[in-house]
């Protein structure tokens, strides 16, 4: 097993992806950052086969969801875990956990965004 890590943003902005990787078996992987990282809900992506696809790459996920109470992480988590189980064509578990005091619509989208590059920057590094 290796462990991958690839991050975006700066400061209080900036969020981490982390995980170890059974090398075409599936990833076990943290989406974390902000002020204070925890585990905020997991979700898990199986990527599959479109039920209309009209080529044999045309994949979404089947995505699982447990988010600890009052914590909104599995709302970025399950965009990114589809994302990262689609682009990679393996089963993924994301646990998120992504924390900034009294943060405004501004910031959170800003820490959104930033969740997507480092996800974008993970799946390059994966592929290698």
């Known amino acids: 097993m290796k462990t991958?890590?690839?991050s975006a943003g700066d400061g209080r902005y900036?969020?981490?992806?982390?995980?170890?990787?059974t090398e075409g078996k599936g990833?076990?992987?943290?989406l974390y950052g902000g002020e204070?990282?925890?585990?905020g809900g997991t979700v898990v992506a199986v990527p599959r086969l479109k039920s209309n696809a009209a080529h044999d790459h045309d994949f979404?996920?089947?995505?699982?969801?447990?988010a600890v109470p009052h914590h909104k992480d599995t709302?970025?988590?399950?965009?990114?875990?589809?994302?990262?189980?689609?682009?990679?064509?393996e089963p993924i578990s994301l646990?998120?956990?992504?924390?900034?005091?009294?943060?405004?619509?501004?910031?959170?989208?800003?820490?959104?965004?930033?969740?997507?590059?480092?996800?974008l920057?993970?799946?390059k590094k994966y592929r290698g």
């Open 27 to 30: 990833l076990c992987a943290f």
């Open 95 to 119: 646990t998120a956990g992504i924390h900034i005091d009294k943060a405004s619509r501004e910031e959170i989208n800003l820490l959104c965004q930033n969740c997507q590059e480092a996800a």
């Open 60 to 66: 979404t996920a089947d995505i699982w969801i447990s």
């Open 14 to 21: 900036t969020v981490h992806v982390d995980a170890f990787s």
């Open 75 to 89: 709302e970025i988590a399950v965009p990114i875990a589809k994302l990262m189980a689609v682009q990679l064509n």
């Open 121 to 123: 920057q993970f799946i």
């Open 36 to 39: 204070i990282p925890h585990n």
């Open 4 to 6: 991958i890590h690839a």
